[in-house]
C-alpha cells in the first residue's frame, strides 16, 4: 500500500523567504510523485510531478522538488515566497494502478 | 481551466432530498475519482472509475451511489444524507496509471 505524510499542517514565511514544505512517501515499489496546489474554494492544481525520470523537477511559479530515494522524500521548495503563494499544498502519491493518494495537506500563509 | 467540470459548484439540500452531482471531461482520460474534502480532514477517495468500471470504494456509506455512464461523464447520486456530509466534493479525471489527476473545481455541498 502507498501513502504519503506531510510533515507540519501550518507553515509560515516572510515574503521573499524560502518556502520549503515536506512530504515523505511509503511505498513497497518506485513510486509516482506529485505536489497539488489548492486555494480557496477551488479544485487542485498540479504544481510538479515526479515519473522515474530526472530527480529533481522543475515545476510552475518557480517551485521545483527533489526525489530521495534513500530519504524516501519529495520536498517542494520556492527561494523565494510570494504573496500569491499562500494557498494550501498536497502530496499524492500513485503507483502501477490507478489509486491516488494525498498527504494531509499543509497551509501556507506568506507575511508581508 | 483544467478541462473537467463540475456543476452544481454549490449545493444545499434536505436530509430527505435527492440530488446528483455532475461531473464531465473530454480530455480522453480513461480514469474518473470523486473525492470528499472536508475541513480539517484529509482529502478522501471515494470512488474510482477505470474505463467505466468500479475499480475501487473506499467504504462509502450507500446515500452516496455513483455512475459512469461512459468515460467522460461520472455521477454522484445522493440519497438521505446526513449534516455530517456537508464536504467540498471534486471529481479528477486522469490518462491512465502514473499520470497526473485534473481536478474540477468541486461542488461545496451542504446539508440542512
Known amino acids: 500500500a502507498q501513502s504519503v505524510t506531510q510533515l507540519g499542517s501550518h507553515v509560515s514565511v516572510s515574503e521573499g523567504a524560502l518556502v520549503l514544505l515536506r512530504c515523505n512517501y511509503s511505498s513497497s515499489v518506485p513510486p509516482y510523485l506529485f505536489w497539488y496546489v489548492q486555494y480557496p474554494n477551488q479544485g487542485l492544481q498540479l504544481l510538479l510531478k515526479?515519473?522515474?525520470?530526472?530527480?529533481l523537477v522543475k515545476g510552475i511559479n518557480g517551485f521545483e522538488a527533489e526525489f530521495k530515494k534513500s530519504e524516501t522524500s519529495f520536498h517542494l521548495t520556492k527561494p523565494s515566497a510570494h504573496m500569491s503563494d499562500a494557498a494550501e499544498y498536497f502530496c499524492?502519491?500513485?503507483?502501477?494502478?490507478?489509486?491516488?493518494?494525498f498527504g494531509a495537506g499543509t497551509t501556507v500563509t506568506v507575511r508581508a | 481551466e483544467t478541462g473537467v467540470t463540475q456543476t452544481p459548484r454549490h449545493l444545499v439540500m434536505g436530509m430527505t432530498n435527492k440530488k446528483s452531482l455532475k461531473c464531465e471531461q473530454h480530455l480522453g482520460h480513461n480514469a474518473m475519482y470523486w473525492y470528499k474534502q472536508s475541513a480539517k480532514k484529509p482529502l478522501e477517495l471515494m470512488f474510482v472509475y477505470n474505463f467505466k468500471e468500479q475499480t475501487e470504494n473506499n467504504s462509502v456509506p450507500s446515500r452516496f451511489s455513483p455512475e459512469c455512464p461512459n468515460s467522460s461523464h461520472l455521477f454522484l447520486h445522493l440519497h438521505t444524507l446526513q449534516p455530517e456530509d456537508s464536504a467540498l466534493y471534486l471529481c479528477a479525471s486522469r490518462r491512465r496509471e502514473n499520470t497526473e489527476a485534473f481536478f474540477g473545481q468541486g461542488t461545496r455541498l451542504t446539508v440542512v
Open positions: 515526479y515519473t522515474s525520470a530526472a530527480t
Open positions: 499524492a502519491v500513485s503507483l502501477n494502478d490507478y489509486k491516488l493518494s
